[in-house]
């Protein structure tokens, strides 16, 4: 269900809005959240280390993705676009 939603969302942002790229991070203890953004053609950018302070005292990585209008686009269509990320 979260899948679909994003995918409105998306399709909404880049399609009526015109959007050119968006972004979203998660936390690495919730893989959950990174299937549902690659699910969508989000491809995975970096990882900010320590970023986000837990009520228990931890630190937990947050992981970025993207996607660029274009690259929706072509997910849309059912042609992933092959990203080479970091070189």
Known sequence: LMSEA???VFHYLFGQRGFRRIFSMHSAFN???G???EKNGMIREGTLR???GLQDGR???LLVYGILAEEWADWEKGYPTEV???G
């Open 6 to 8: 994003v995918a409105g």
């Open 31 to 33: 893989p959950a959240s």
């Open 35 to 37: 299937r549902v953004m």
């Open 50 to 52: 320590g970023q986000m």
């Open 59 to 61: 630190f937990s990585d």
């Open 84 to 86: 080479n990320v970091g």
